[in-house]
Nanobody, 127 residues
Framework: VQVLESGGDSVQAGGSLTLSCRIV????????MGWFRQTPGNEREGVAC????????YLGDSAQGRFSISRGNDKNIVILEMNNLKPEDTATYYC?????????????????????WGQGTQVTVSS
């Protein structure tokens, strides 16, 4: 299974970016897909995630009101749209897929829920 991310870039504060992720090699639609981010010395933070069955989505506190997550028409594609970016959004963003999903947002936004991870894509927001 491969997790392929794209879309990371350098933007100015207030700008927008769209990150895309595709899971390759999974024979079924991943029940959970999500985006996480990490900065040096810090834990991986759940940004947004979405389930397959009920298409429920969850946003982390930092993403509320600015980011949105959706799944593409093809299975195992997930899109993260980020608006009004701030310098504190600067991080390496990771896409992940999980074999299970949960009703609890805290579990869905926990990195331990996910089984497959991408290599990360860098987002840099300058002031």
């Amino acid at each position: 299974v491969q997790v392929l991310e794209s879309g990371g870039d350098s933007v100015q504060a207030g700008g927008s970016l769209t990150l895309s992720c595709r899971i390759v090699g999974l024979s079924f639609e991943a029940p959970a897909m999500g985006w996480f981010r990490q900065t040096p010395g810090n834990e991986r933070e759940g940004v947004a995630c979405i389930t397959s069955e009920v298409r429920g989505s969850y946003l982390g506190d930092s993403a509320q009101g600015r980011f949105s997550i959706s799944r593409g028409n093809d299975k195992n594609i997930v899109i993260l749209e980020m608006n009004n970016l701030k310098p504190e959004d600067t991080a390496t963003y990771y896409c992940a897929a999980g074999r299970s999903w949960f009703w609890e947002p805290r579990r869905m936004l926990n990195a331990g829920t996910y089984n497959y991870w991408g290599q990360g894509t860098q987002v840099t927001v300058s002031s």
